[in-house]
């Protein structure tokens, strides 16, 4: 027992055992790397702009393209076509139409859906309805705007599809049938895109009924099955980003170089080649294309040995990414 030794004794006196060891730097804070009130607003406000030219953009296809030429991409619009052809009172126009069956659907919706159906679906489908009106009264269309109905059929399933990945991206919805398929969902075991796929195809299908025009059934079918297509990639290529992982033996320099230039943060831990047994440092982070070459290129600048290794990831949800402000 004599030989025992009181390590206590050697330590100096503001330090105890529980202390951490002096040479140790402390913990760098990331709380710096919180966006910040004006940031905030910064990313607030470019949603809010994307969402309001996504619904510009979809609405210009349905005044200038698609009522003109009786094609039915399907949603409240192919059915608003549908109906003011039907009906034929200078009353009911377009815009009306649309107004009195967005809001049932917003009714229906709010009652069996409850929180599911949002605030920013029901603004979109509205404000959707409030541009055609407007169109209407400033621009009155009494003919197609050109002679080229496959030309026309383009530009609408462009403008259509891009204006509604530009909503999508934004978690909003142009509402209208989007409504019944989550009703559908709710009730069916269909999803989402199964049901709207099945809604558009029952409008397209009626259309044939209504304008006794195989041609516009036609020309109708191409361009739902165009804008499916045409939606989902670009709704795809908008949240692409790149993931990466770098293999360095300079991390300090590199991780610096992420948070101060990059502007993004990233996930470190030790590794050890397989055939050398040299330790290394493994750096993972995610950003965005053009980030991502100007962070490749710096990587290669610091440390001409490392390993870098870069993917696509489809789909980001976290600070400074996906819906978060």
Do not use: W
């Not at 030219?53 to 009786?70: D, E, H, K, R």
């Amino acid at each position: 027992m004599s030989e025992n030794i009181d390590v206590t004794e050697e330590l100096p006196e503001e330090q105890s055992e529980t202390d951490p060891p002096a040479a140790e730097a402390p913990v760098k804070p990331l709380d710096k790397k919180l966006l910040s009130p004006k940031q905030r607003k910064l990313r607030l406000l470019k949603k809010i702009l994307i969402l309001h030219v996504g619904i510009i953009l979809m609405s210009c296809s349905v005044y200038f393209f698609q009522t003109p030429n009786n094609f039915t991409l399907g949603g409240v619009a192919g059915i608003a076509i549908l109906l003011s052809n039907v009906i034929q009172h200078p009353f009911f126009t377009q815009s009306v139409l649309m107004l009195i069956i967005n809001v049932f659907l917003i009714i229906i919706g709010l009652i069996i859906l409850g929180k599911q159906c949002t605030f920013l679906t029901i603004y979109c489908s509205l404000f959707y309805t409030g541009i055609i009106a407007l169109l209407e009264l400033v621009l009155p269309l009494s003919a197609p705007v050109t002679n080229q109905p496959f030309m026309e059929l383009c530009y609408a399933v462009l403008l259509f599809g891009v204006g509604g990945a530009l909503i999508f991206n934004c978690g909003a919805s142009s509402g209208g049938t989007d409504i019944i398929a989550l009703i559908l969902k709710k009730y069916t075991k269909m999803n989402v895109g199964m049901a709207l796929m099945v809604i558009d195809l029952i409008v397209i299908c009626v259309s044939i009924t209504a304008f006794k025009s195989v041609e516009i059934a036609l020309y109708s079918f191409l361009g739902l099955f165009a804008r499916t297509f045409l939606l989902d990639g670009v709704i795809e290529n908008i949240g692409k980003t790149k993931y990466m992982t770098i293999i360095t033996t300079k991390p300090e320099e590199i991780g610096q170089y992420i948070i101060d230039v990059i502007d993004h943060s990233f996930t470190k831990y030790e590794g050890e080649g397989g055939y050398t047994h040299e330790k290394r440092y493994v750096l993972i982070t995610v950003c965005k294309r053009a980030e991502a070459l100007k962070l490749k290129t710096k990587v290669k600048l610091i440390d001409p040995f490392s390993f870098v290794i870069i993917t696509d990831a489809k789909e980001i949800l976290g600070k400074g990414f996906g819906d978060t402000i």
